[in-house]
């Protein structure tokens, strides 16, 4: 765990409750959210299925509440950017701000990659479309035409993809993420750019 996941889990409230969601998400990341039962998440804790129900009672408040803890930085961003002008400095700053947040949930946003179906029939996966359209709608001039739209929405999307798919390419992880974070710049300055040359 990098220095970025300590500050974040620290934060986090109640010990317990915490600790419930970080082996929670372990072992959903490990074996299926649909493989997982309240009672090896218990006993992987040791502690006793009843215990464990004090806190949450069912998979999902688990993962419900993991996933509203993990990406309240998102809505947070999000009212950031809504109250911004619409320079490129801003979204400059969204974008490094967004590579961040997902870096300091990773274990999540793989966990969803991984478990696409599970989060599809749960509610976590219609609140993150609607962050994603949140964060959309921060980036996008409204006078953007289609292709500088796609760019903002591909920017979003490379630092995604960065996360997912460059895991297995050689080198040094934060400058992977660095690299990742210089092409979604790029796009959202091409973006921008093209914007404003418009009439």
Do not use: C
């Not at 809505?75 to 490129?88: A, F, K, N, V």
């Not at 478990?115 to 980036?139: C, H, P, S, W, Y």
């Not at 490379?158 to 993420?177: I, N, S, V, W, Y």
Request: glycine share 6%; net charge negative; hydrophobic share 35%.
């Amino acid at each position: 765990m990098g220095g970025t996941m300590d500050g974040t889990k620290q934060r986090r409230r109640g010990d317990t409750r915490q600790r419930i969601q970080d082996v929670a998400l372990d072992l959903f990341a490990e074996q299926g959210y649909e493989k997982t039962s309240l009672r090896e998440i218990a006993e992987s804790l040791d502690v006793t299925k009843a215990a464990l129900y004090y806190h949450f009672k069912t998979k999902e408040e688990i993962l419900v509440s993991i996933f509203d803890d993990l990406t309240q930085p998102i809505l947070d961003l999000i009212e950031w950017g809504r109250q911004q002008p619409h320079t490129l400095e801003t979204k400059q700053e969204i974008v490094r701000r967004y590579s961040g947040i997902l870096a300091n949930a990773t274990p999540l946003f793989r966990f969803m990659q991984e478990n696409q179906a599970a989060v599809r029939e749960l509610r976590v996966g219609e609140t993150f479309k609607e962050r994603m359209q949140g964060l959309r709608d921060i980036m996008i001039d409204p006078e953007a035409d289609l292709v500088d739209q796609v760019r903002y929405t591909s920017a979003i999307f490379t630092l995604h993809a960065g996360m997912f798919f460059l895991q297995d390419l050689a080198g040094d992880p934060e400058d992977k993420r660095r690299a990742v974070l210089e092409v979604a710049s790029d796009l959202v300055t091409q973006a921008h750019e093209g914007t404003r040359r418009k009439p």
